[in-house]
């Protein structure tokens, strides 16, 4: 059966552009490009924890076999909650399958006709698909940009509305770690704003979890704001090197949530080992208030690669950054696959980042730090980026 012809030629033009997405085997590359931060992902120990976990418990079913709302609520989910509702010092957990779907029930959910959302405009796609799905109007301010954020708050906090309209919620949202730019906004003065203005933050942990803080706990809690904000969604398929999401909240947010988030209402719960495996991840990070091993040596890894960068020509041209991302910008597609061709034929997998996903002129390598990382690895593959680029302009 053929494709529709309206469908056709959306592929052929991004056949025509290179930008046509296809799925690939992972590689045996030195990894400059996924999300797994702290190695979680293949340490065996927490393999053997989340088994031991199961059987703790006896539990010896593969599926949850519902949603949680049906048959699909099996014990984990509390003892799971719990434990990164403590870890994270927030007053409850709820648990997504992922953290595409914890943003689409929220952003669909919570905010109500009248409401207005202003949010950051590099905010993430799953943000922003909750937002095209939301009754609540939206406005986005320019990137990390608090003045134009205020100037956007005075208008709506201060706007004549509809009578039926007078109990209108604001709403701020941002990232903690920006994934396109790898950079952070300033929460402190993001929150004085909010306070200032009676609106709501919310902030996305997803590339904070596991990474800021002596033990990953994220950007919030390392500034003490984990009270103020209205709610944190963390995501376990990053540095926790596992499968899922929750949102950080109150007890009256959560039972909302229950209620009427539909990415949780209606789909089928986690099964027990991906349960297992995110409660193995967070009880390994949880070093009691001792900064943890393996966040000390990413936060040492970040550290090297600033300083490895610092001595070369091309370091101007890479956005500024103190996490574990880390952007070149080159424009044009076409030249971003060819520099990131020629890295993995020396064995680094360092990917491009293309148009549309970054607006064009903005494509991009993005480089992903791990804590396993060493700094001949650092120095070798910088050396060979700026070799790649200079060659292609002499």
């Known amino acids: 059966m053929k494709l529709p012809k309206k469908l056709q030629k959306k592929i052929d033009a991004r056949m025509v552009t290179g930008t046509l997405r296809v799925l690939k085997e992972t590689d045996d590359l030195v990894d400059f490009s996924s999300n797994d931060y702290l190695g979680f992902s293949k340490n065996t120990s927490l393999l053997d924890k989340a088994s031991e976990i199961l059987k703790k418990n006896n539990i ?5 076999t519902g949603s949680r709302l049906l048959s699909g609520n099996h014990k984990l989910y509390p003892i799971v909650e719990t434990t990164i509702a403590g870890f994270h010092e927030s007053e409850t957990a709820l648990i997504f399958n992922s953290g595409y779907d914890a943003n689409i029930g929220f952003f669909q959910s919570v905010p109500q006709r009248g409401d207005v959302i202003l949010y950051d405009e590099y905010i993430h796609a799953s ?7 939301s009754h609540a109007k939206s406005y986005k301010f320019i990137h990390n940009n608090l003045g134009h954020l205020e100037k956007l708050l005075i208008k709506y906090a201060n706007e004549e509305r509809p009578q039926d309209q007078s109990e209108q919620e604001i709403y701020v949202v941002t990232e903690s770690v920006f994934s396109m730019d790898g950079d952070t ?8 704003l909010c306070d200032t203005y009676s609106a709501h933050l919310v902030v996305d942990e997803a590339h904070a979890t596991g990474v800021i803080g002596d033990y990953g706990q994220g950007l919030v809690q390392q500034l003490g704001l984990e009270n103020s904000v209205f709610a944190r969604i963390v995501t376990f398929g990053k540095a926790m090197g596992t499968h899922g999401a929750a949102i950080l909240c109150n007890e009256k947010l959560r039972e909302y949530l229950i209620n009427f988030a539909r990415s949780f209402i209606y789909t089928t719960a986690l099964p027990p080992h991906t349960l297992a495996t995110i409660l193995a991840a967070y009880l390994n990070l949880d070093t009691k208030d001792v900064s943890h091993p393996a966040v000390v040596q990413l936060q040492d890894t970040i550290k090297i690669f600033i300083k490895s960068l610092a001595s070369l020509k091309i370091k101007d041209h890479f956005i500024s950054s103190s996490s574990a991302i ?8 076409s030249r971003v696959i060819t520099l990131s061709r020629k890295l993995k034929q020396h064995g680094y997998n360092v990917k491009p980042i293309l148009s549309p996903t970054v607006p064009e002129g903005q494509e991009r390598l993005r480089f992903c730090l791990h804590s396993e990382m060493t700094e001949e690895k650092i120095k070798s593959v910088l050396s060979l980026l700026e070799s790649f680029i200079y060659e292609s302009i002499t």
């Open 185 to 192: 906004p300033d929460l402190l003065a993001i929150q004085r």
């Open 60 to 64: 010896q079913q593969q599926g949850a």
């Open 127 to 133: 943000i922003r698909d909750g937002l095209t799905m």
């Open 326 to 333: 880390h952007c070149i910008i080159i424009p044009g597609n």
